[in-house]
């Protein structure tokens, strides 16, 4: 776990490690191994931790940003569903030299990510961060969970495929039901692209890391619900126009939801990937009676 910047060849470290520890990475998890110690420094940038901060780490890997993080924050807690993977990182937090590497703050779970629960670490008043190498098949599901969750992280540095991250920050004309889901949440930007030649094994695309910073208002689960019923019925054909959706959806007639765009000033033929997370709160707020 070695954090210096000057090291002469991560790639060769990487491979000597996995070579040692019979670890093979694994394309279905999305293991690829970012081998560029300078993005590593961009990410603890951009996550502006503090000394006081709590940081969940989905996906440490060999646990060079882990360290790097550790040196920043009060407490980092990496989640590795590996089981190698994590057996090599306890291995390596139990045995480095805590005296010129702050790493007695790492606590090391071997756990699915959408199983962790995260007052089984820290209280449920704790305020924490989330920096996330996230692989693609659970990204939607890991979103939504900690999203919606009740125990709501202050921000994520998350690195994504980068077609995902663009999603993300879609504005209308290209919007889905991702895209609504993570806005209505957090502000959301693209930090920078970084190229699929950073990891090992070069992975087919290239990903981005991108940083939400949640939202600071209470929400209600009830009228959450029921909000995204709203936008996943407006969502449910995207060759049909929002119209054709939402009284199919809602069992209501055409010319009643009409009316309704109309009056919220939305084009009659508009359809769902048109509209705004504004346009879509305006148009909750007028369908909402028709919500069961």
Not at 29 to 48: P, R, T
Not at 116 to 142: C, G, M, Q, R
Not at 248 to 274: F, M, P, W
Request: charged share 25%; hydrophobic share 45%.
């Amino acid at each position: 776990m070695e954090t210096k910047n000057d090291t002469p060849d991560l790639l060769n470290q990487i491979r000597e490690i996995c070579r040692l520890m019979e670890i093979k990475p694994t394309r279905s998890k999305g293991q690829n191994f970012l081998i560029n110690a300078k993005i590593y420094d961009e990410i603890v940038k951009i996550a502006a931790i503090q000394s006081t901060d709590t940081i969940l780490e989905i996906g440490p890997g060999l646990g060079f940003l882990t360290v790097k993080l550790a040196e920043k924050a009060q407490k980092v807690v990496a989640v590795e569903l590996d089981d190698q993977l994590a057996n090599y990182l306890k291995m390596a937090v139990a045995s480095n030299d805590t005296s010129s590497n702050n790493i007695s703050n790492i606590e090391i779970v071997n756990q699915d990510i959408l199983r962790f629960n995260p007052t089984d670490h820290w209280s449920a008043e704790t305020k924490y961060k989330i920096v996330a190498n996230l692989p693609y098949n659970i990204t939607s599901i890991f979103l939504r969970r900690f999203l919606s969750g009740e125990f709501r992280p202050e921000s994520m540095v998350l690195m994504l495929q980068k077609e995902v991250a663009e999603r993300i920050i879609a504005k209308p004309s290209d919007m889905s039901i991702l895209a609504v889901s993570v806005q209505y949440y957090a502000e959301v930007e693209i930090i920078r692209v970084v190229k699929a030649g950073n990891f090992w094994p070069e992975p087919k695309v290239d990903s981005a890391i991108i940083k939400m910073t949640i939202k600071n208002k209470k929400y209600t689960p009830i009228l959450d619900k029921q909000f995204f019923r709203i936008v996943r019925v407006g969502f449910s054909s995207k060759r049909k126009m929002l119209k054709n959706n939402l009284a199919a959806g809602l069992k209501v007639t055409t010319k009643i939801i009409e009316q309704i765009l109309i009056k919220q000033k939305l084009n009659s033929q508009v359809r769902a990937e048109d509209l705004s997370l504004e346009d879509w709160q305006k148009l909750f707020a007028a369908l909402a009676s028709f919500v069961v």
